[in-house]
């Protein structure tokens, strides 16, 4: 009985360093400081009558090299990367379960004048894509 309990604490203690979210960004010739990632989760981003996006509930996600908590929400997650406050891509993840636990990897390159991330998902809800960046309207938090 004791060495089951063992084993069962240890299974624990092992299964949660995987616990959570992880978020990789690879800058390929690019400042990491001129990005800045959000994420809507389970708010869906609402754009107004000039074509810019209305933050409902943004959570910070990457800024300035330092990394935050990515929410556990399933449904409509919302992800917003802008680049030097000057261009910004927009993409949404739907996750059918919000234990669910995903790695994403964001590859942001520039290709003849033009800005563009790989999205790489890997989790129950994976995703790839290669998205470009268009240019900010703006990044309005109140409208």
Not at 12 to 25: K, P
Request: aromatic share 14%; charged share 25%; hydrophobic share 30%.
């Amino acid at each position: 009985m004791k060495h089951l309990l063992k084993l069962l604490l240890l299974g624990v203690i092992l299964g949660c360093t995987n616990c959570g979210n992880r978020l990789t960004i690879d800058c390929k010739g690019l400042d990491f400081n001129d990005i800045e990632i959000y994420l809507s989760a389970g708010y869906p981003l609402q754009r107004n009558d000039n074509k810019s996006i209305k933050y409902e509930y943004p959570s910070l996600i990457y800024k300035n090299g330092v990394y935050y908590d990515i929410p556990d929400e399933y449904g409509e997650n919302d992800w917003v990367i802008n680049y030097k406050n000057q261009k910004q891509c927009v993409f949404r993840h739907f996750k059918t379960n919000c234990r669910h636990r995903h790695r994403y990897k964001f590859s942001i390159f520039e290709n003849h004048d033009t800005l563009y991330c790989i999205t790489d998902i890997r989790g129950k809800d994976a995703v790839t894509d290669t998205l470009f960046f268009s240019d900010l309207i703006s990044n309005s938090t109140t409208d």
